[in-house]
Every structure is written in structure tokens, then in C-alpha cells.
């Protein structure tokens, strides 16, 4: 397989401006009568022309045809994609548990290889989100993919992938993540296969970075560690074909040409990537266990302020120093409704069942918390300063309650006894202090 090294621009939500061939952007305004080397110019809008100046997202592609010049779309068999409201799904209180689907047998590229787990919300309503499992043996080729219903977080779990987009190349390996925009038509390669990870897509606003609150000016996620593509395209006159995702149904067009034909961009929307261990952990040098939004990487908000559509969060590596604590995670009932999903090692309310791949869900108001054998060994421990290696679980939690989907209820990879791994916590009360 080829192995790329490919530089970056860094910046959330820069203006950057970035072209494969010297000159290509013009100058002082945006669509001049005839741009350089005769490219057409396209406005990619990915919020509201009108959306208030802070969270307004466009950007201006500089291409050798623009996206207009294509076939028509076509309805196709949406495999196991679902999207919200999705009629077959029904949210459920009950604690939920997957272990990780295997990669199969029959080669498939990233788009025939993604399964829905669960969704929530309202696509058309741009709320919400959709779930999904990718798995892939091969590279998408002359095949090129876009949403139109919502951004497309990527959450690798195993091996390294290469997103080839309009606006350029970014890999992608367990650690990282990586964002790509509503409508932003892109292709995934197989650095290091076979790869499987899970996506998040996202109907709602943007994902953008949390407020820091009274931490400051620096910390959590950094703006400078998120990094965007250059420039890159191919001029292949080539049979391609084009899938798109639109209202929860999969379309294909043919295309007599690669769609990767951006010469330069200039904007603020781009697909992106982010290194986790970039993440800079703030928690308790005191006592107790915060909330886990001090883990919020990156956030999509609803209308309602503090009430997020979406936040992703993870459980990175971090030194665990409370004390006279119960460290792992509280007994709790939440609002907001939690998916989880493990990148490696093991998470602190979780011993085996909860493997790297796998998948949890606990929606709205649904009781949980730390299995029984992790309960005693919390409450038994000498708190000496201890140091989480080698683990990154992750969650996205929402407003909205996630219905799973029939694939992921019928799954055998499913777990049926999921309750069981709190069935010892016992009743320790004997009335005396
Ligand atoms: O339920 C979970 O495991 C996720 C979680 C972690 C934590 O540290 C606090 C609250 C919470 O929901
Ligand atoms: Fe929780």
C-alpha cells in the first residue's frame, strides 16, 4: 500500500487559502469575469448566507468543471445506512451493548461496508444525528461520496485510511479524527488496511470548539492542532461514479470525469483532522468526579444554549489524582443520552465486555454506571496518584434519544446479558456508620 506524507494547514476554522498550482487563486475577489488557468469558480456554502458572521461557513473552489456537469442522480439500495427518523428504529430505555462487528469476508469499500447502529432527531429538521460502523478491504477507486444530510465525523478504530476529498488528502489513523463537511464529496483509500471505525453523522449545526469557560484562553482542544488539506486534484477524463445520500435515500450519478478537480480553495470549510493526544486534559487536583463535558473535543449546539445537539467527548490517557474519591464514573440518570465506543485499551467504568470496536448505548434517564467488580475495587483502592494508559473511549451525547437500528437490535453481536455486569452490586447498608 502507499504511505503518504502530506503536509497540512493549521487552524479551526481559518480562513486558509491553499492552491496546487502557483496562482491559482485569484486575487482581491472571489469570482473575478475569468478566473486563472481558466477554472471555474463555485461557492460551497455549508451554513445559511445568512448565519451570523462567528459560526458562517463557505468556501470558494477554484475547478476545472464545476459540479454542475454531471448525470442525474439515481435512486440506489441504501444497504444498511438509516438516517433519522428512521421507521424501523424505536428508541429504547433499556442498557445497550455491542461487541465489535467483524470487518467480513466479501471485499467491500467504505461506503459498502458502513451499517447503521443507531440514530436520533430529525435529518430533514437538521437535528440529530446518525450512527454507523465502517468497514472496508478496499479503496473506493473512481467512486466519490457526499452527504447532503449532514457532516461526517470519522472516529478510526483500526487501520489507516487516506480521505481523499475535493479540497484535498488527509490520513487518518486510530488517535485521530477526522471532520468532513456537509456536500463536501470525498473518496476513501486504505492506507493500512483492512479499516474500521465509527462515523457520527452529524444533521446538525456544525461541530465547532466548546467555550473554555473560566480555564482561559488555552487548553481542551487547541484551534492550531486542527489541521486542513492543501490543494490537491486529478485531471482523470475517466467514467466516475458519484453517490449521495439525500434524505436518508442513496443516489448515484455517473460522472465522465474525477470530481477531484479543485485546483485551489480559499474558506473556512474544509474537511479536517485532529489528534487526540493533542487534547489538553483539564481535572480535579482536589476531590470528586467532574461531569465528563470537561472531555468535550468538539461540540454541535441545538437552538437551546448549553443543550448540545451533539458534543463528542472523549476518556483520553490523563494522571487520576483525587482524593478520599470514588474515581471512576458515578452511578447516574442524564438528560442527555450517551453512545459510547472504544478506540483501544479499557474504560475505567468497564472491565471485559467493553472491547476496543465495540459499542454501548445508555439513552435518556436510563440508570448506569461502573459494573459491579469495578465498584469494589474503587472503593477498596489506595488513592495513590495513578496514571490512565493506554485507553481512549469516546461518547456522543445528545439531546435527542437514539433509536437503534433493526440491523443493530437483531445483531448477534449484540449482548443479551448486557444487565448482568451490575447484577453483584450488593446491598452493603447495615444501618451501622
Ligand atoms: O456513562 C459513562 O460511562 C460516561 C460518563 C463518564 C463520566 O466520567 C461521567 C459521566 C458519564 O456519563
Ligand atoms: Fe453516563
Known amino acids: 500500500m502507499e504511505r503518504s506524507t502530506l503536509s497540512y494547514l493549521h487552524g479551526f476554522g481559518n480562513e486558509h487559502e491553499t492552491e496546487a498550482l502557483p496562482g491559482a487563486l485569484p486575487q482581491g475577489q472571489f469570482s473575478p469575469q475569468s478566473c486563472p488557468y481558466k477554472l471555474y469558480a463555485e461557492q460551497l456554502s455549508t451554513t445559511a448566507f445568512t448565519a451570523p458572521r462567528a459560526q458562517n461557513r463557505r468556501s470558494w473552489l477554484y475547478r476545472l468543471r464545476p459540479s454542475v456537469v454531471m448525470g442525474e442522480y439515481l435512486s440506489v439500495d441504501p444497504g444498511g445506512i438509516r438516517t433519522a427518523p428512521d421507521p424501523e428504529g424505536v428508541p429504547l430505555p433499556n442498557l445497550l451493548r455491542w461487541d465489535p462487528l467483524p470487518i467480513g469476508q466479501a471485499p467491500q469499500d467504505f461506503i459498502e461496508g458502513l451499517v447503521s447502529i443507531a440514530t436520533n432527531g430529525d435529518a430533514a429538521a437538521q437535528m440529530g444525528m446518525g450512527i454507523h460502523v465502517y468497514r472496508a478491504d478496499r479503496g473506493m477507486g473512481r467512486r466519490a461520496f457526499y452527504s447532503a444530510d449532514g457532516e461526517w465525523l470519522l472516529i478510526p478504530q483500526q487501520g489507516v485510511l487516506r480521505i481523499e476529498s475535493e479540497m484535498g488528502r488527509l490520513t487518518l489513523a486510530p488517535g485521530q479524527i477526522g471532520v468532513i463537511p456537509r456536500g463536501v464529496k470525498f473518496r476513501i483509500e486504505l492506507e493500512q ?123 483520553p490517557p490523563r494522571w487520576m489524582v483525587a482524593e478520599n474519591t470514588f474515581r471512576p464514573p458515578w452511578y447516574h440518570r442524564n438528560l442527555m443520552s450517551e453512545f459510547m465506543g472504544l478506540i483501544k485499551g479499557r474504560y475505567d467504568a468497564k472491565g471485559e465486555g467493553f472491547e476496543p470496536g465495540g459499542m454501548s448505548l445508555h439513552n435518556c434517564m436510563t440508570p448506569h454506571g461502573p459494573e459491579a467488580a469495578v465498584f469494589e475495587q474503587a472503593t477498596q483502592a489506595q488513592l495513590a496518584p495513578e496514571r490512565y494508559q493506554d485507553t481512549l473511549a469516546f461518547m456522543l451525547e445528545s439531546r435527542y434519544a437514539f433509536a437503534p437500528t433493526a440491523f443493530a437490535m437483531a445483531s448477534e453481536h449484540r449482548q443479551a446479558d448486557y444487565l448482568s455486569c451490575w447484577a453483584g452490586l450488593n446491598k452493603h447498608f447495615d444501618g451501622k456508620l
Open 193 to 315: 488496511g483492512p479499516i474500521r471505525g465509527y462515523v457520527c453523522e452529524n444533521y446538525g449545526a456544525p461541530l465547532c470548539l466548546p467555550e473554555r469557560g473560566p480555564v482561559g484562553a488555552n487548553g481542551f482542544a487547541n484551534d492550531r492542532d486542527f489541521e486542513y488539506p492543501h490543494a490537491w486534484f486529478e485531471e482523470i477524463d475517466a467514467p466516475h461514479q458519484l453517490i449521495c445520500k439525500f434524505a436518508g435515500r442513496l443516489y448515484q450519478a455517473a460522472m465522465a470525469h474525477s470530481p477531484f478537480d479543485v485546483v485551489a480553495w480559499t474558506g473556512n470549510s474544509a474537511p479536517y483532522r485532529y489528534d487526540l493526544s493533542r487534547f489538553n486534559v483539564m481535572n480535579t487536583v482536589s476531590f470528586d468526579h467532574p461531569d465528563p463535558s470537561i472531555f468535550t473535543v468538539l461540540t454541535s449546539p441545538s437552538d437551546t444554549c448549553g443543550v448540545a445537539n451533539l458534543d463528542f467527548v472523549i476518556f
